[in-house]
């Protein structure tokens, strides 16, 4: 079966870490762009990080630099999302997708270049 599937969410105290991770399964993940995007109930999903195909360029919502990293896993299906100094306002559903149509060593944060793959999410929750 083809599908993206996220894991790692959970519930944090803030400041505190998560590690996000995405796996595909029928398809190799490291031929495609991949981009985390998050969700609250009531606003638009808003992209925060990417990779590019080759692995050679990232792009970091502003919100999200020098706390978020995203990084491919040696497996090559396999995408992971560190955060770390967690916020209230980080707290989302958050989803991975596939874009397979940028250049590979270029990626967006934009969800229109995301019509590969999707995954369900995962949901991120803050508390104190």
């Known amino acids: 079966q083809v599908q993206l599937v996220e894991s790692g969410g959970g519930s944090v105290h803030p400041g505190g870490s998560l590690k996000l991770s995405c796996a595909s399964s029928?398809?190799?993940?490291?031929?495609?762009?991949v981009g985390w995007f998050r969700q609250v109930p009531g606003k638009e999903r808003e992209g925060i990080a990417c990779i590019s195909k080759n692995g050679a360029a990232t792009e970091y919502l502003d919100l999200v630099k020098g706390r978020f990293t995203i990084s491919r896993g040696t497996d090559k299906n396999t995408v992971t999302l560190e955060m770390n100094d967690l916020r209230p306002e980080d707290a989302a559903v958050y989803f991975c997708?596939?874009?397979?149509?940028?250049?590979?060593?270029?990626?967006?944060?934009?969800?229109?270049?995301?019509?590969?793959?999707w995954g369900q999410g995962t949901q991120v929750i803050i508390s104190p």
């Open positions: 029928g398809f190799t993940l490291a031929l495609y762009g």
């Open positions: 997708a596939t874009d397979n149509r940028s250049p590979r060593g270029w990626c967006s944060l934009s969800d229109e270049r995301y019509q590969h793959y």
